[in-house]
């Protein structure tokens, strides 16, 4: 490392430190988001993906590169976080400075990143960047929250229902497989996730954070002089603020790292892939391919004439298999039991209307489900990064962000109203939305009620019915309300 670039190291180092010291081994935690796939999922969407993009992008041949790339990112996916994925990763012939995860472990490095950088701790920064991005299962994060947005309020059950339980129809609904916008372009808040984890990581194998640090100064230099090469980084991973302080501060709180020997000689490396044709821009190769397939919406006419069984006045105790919470409910009312977490919707007979693509639209009935903030938390924080609604609490902030994104996905819903309340011992709050419905064409409320956990999560229920039916059906969810129980013990 040079002097310069030293010095400069020390410098932005040296302004966090004034925040105080800060100690070793004392790693920031960062916790994946809302997801309505298993990790299994994941591997099945990225496999499918993978073989898409393997059609559309020019895979880099040379034995001695892709041989360099995989040992080190083998290396890099033994030290990651989370489930443990079949991680993959392969070479694109592109001269883009850029890499690219998709779910389940498939990770690409364009030839142009492996051509610019300095180091093997440099590459190995992207590269855990990268691997830190399927770890925290962003990608299909970001397909969770898009099919939030078309699926309707059943989703929150985790009913996903008739051919919407297939997960090639989820993702067809939201861009299909291949290079989907959702796999490839994250918020600044998972960029800022990925930074964090990424660094963790590498420090585990035995890399310095700092070359990270470094790398992202470096495409700062250069964005100004050669902005084609670097302009689909910068679109794939947009910067958040004081990026290179904060991979910085992480490295201090990691502390001392057992550097691990180099896996090769990445100048020779270098040298040999120098030696090959010019590899073209994503931008030409996207001139020569025309334009990509997008996906499909909704649109299913208003169903006005839809009868909904009025609740029997004899309840029967549901409980849910984990143990995390009980409720009463009519005993004519079904359960559907989502297959896995902790989701269940509880409905009378026609509360549930089926959509022209066979998703099920809840129209009268009731939700329950454990919330983690869609973005994630990191050290032990979650907000909505959009601004809370209702306050700067804990229990606030995971409403707002619950909230928001129940009317992402409903737009004509708005909040009427708002209130706090106790249930079972716990801080709740009570937001009362309403508009007319899409599915059924009539005035629709719904009431959103949020408990919550020690670990700043929530567990919520959605009360939803018609508004002409809503008095008639308030003495049932009030019932449901306040036979709510919650066993922390049971959350893990």
């Known amino acids: 490392m040079n002097v310069v670039r030293r010095l400069r190291t020390i410098a932005v180092a040296a302004a966090w430190l004034t925040l105080g010291a800060l100690a070793a081994d004392a790693q920031t935690v960062v916790k994946p988001g809302f997801n309505l796939f298993t990790t299994n999922q994941d591997i099945q969407i990225g496999s499918q993906s993978a073989a898409k993009v393997e ?46 995860a998709l779910p389940g472990g498939f990770i690409y490095v364009h030839r142009g990143l ?71 372009r994250f918020s600044r808040t998972m960029e800022s996730q990925a930074d964090i984890v990424g660094s963790q990581i590498m420090a585990r194998a035995g890399y310095d954070p700092v070359e990270m640090a470094h790398f992202f100064h470096y495409l700062g230099q250069q964005a100004g002089g050669n902005p084609t090469k670097l302009a689909t980084f910068f679109s794939d991973h947009p910067s958040p603020a004081n990026r290179e302080a904060r991979v910085i501060q992480e490295a201090q709180l990691i502390g001392r790292v057992q550097p691990a020997p180099g896996i090769g000689n990445l100048a020779a490396v270098q040298s040999q892939v120098r030696g090959y044709p010019p590899a073209p821009t994503m931008a030409q190769l996207a001139a020569r391919q025309g334009g990509g397939s997008t996906g499909t919406t909704s649109t299913d006419q208003p169903q006005t004439t839809v009868s909904i069984e009025p609740p029997s006045g004899r309840f029967r105790q549901f409980a849910h298999r984990s143990g995390l919470y009980r409720v009463d409910q009519p005993d004519n009312w079904n359960d559907y039991v989502a297959s896995s977490g902790y989701g269940v919707t509880i409905a009378p007979r026609n509360g549930l209307v089926a959509a022209s693509d066979g998703r099920q639209m809840l129209v009268s009935g009731v939700i329950i489900n454990h919330y983690v903030p869609f973005g994630g938390s990191v050290a ?16 606030e902030q995971a409403t707002s962000d619950l909230v928001r994104n129940i ?45 919550e956990l020690p670990d700043q999560h929530i567990v919520y229920m959605l009360l939803v019915a018609p508004s002409k039916d809503y008095a008639s059906l308030t003495p ?16 893990i």
């Open 55 to 100: 059609q559309q992008m020019p895979m880099f041949t040379d034995a001695q590169a892709q041989r360099y790339v995989e040992t080190l990112g083998s290396r890099l996916a033994a030290k990651a976080p989370g489930a443990k994925y079949p991680y993959r990763f392969r070479v694109v012939n592109l001269s883009d400075v850029n890499a690219f």
């Open 114 to 184: 492996l051509e610019r950088v300095h180091s093997e701790g440099e590459l190995a920064g992207v590269m855990a960047h990268e691997i830190a991005h399927v770890a925290l299962r962003h990608p299909t994060n970001q397909v969770s929250k898009a099919y939030l947005a078309q699926a309707g309020l059943g989703i929150l059950g985790g009913l996903l229902g008739g051919r919407s339980q297939n997960t090639g129809q989820i993702i067809n609904t939201v861009g299909g497989f291949g290079l989907n916008s959702l796999f490839l």
């Open 380 to 395: 032990g924080q979650s907000f909505d990064a959009n601004g809370s609604l209702f306050g700067d609490s804990d229990l």
């Open 407 to 451: 009317r992402r996905g409903n737009t004509y819903l708005s909040v009427s109203s708002q209130q706090r309340r106790t249930i079972s011992g716990r801080p709740a709050m009570v937001v009362r939305l309403a508009g007319q419905s899409g599915v059924t064409g009539e005035d629709e409320r719904v009431t959103v009620v949020t408990r």
């Open 476 to 491: 049932t969810f009030d019932r449901m309300v306040q036979s709510f129980t919650v066993n922390e013990n049971a959350h």
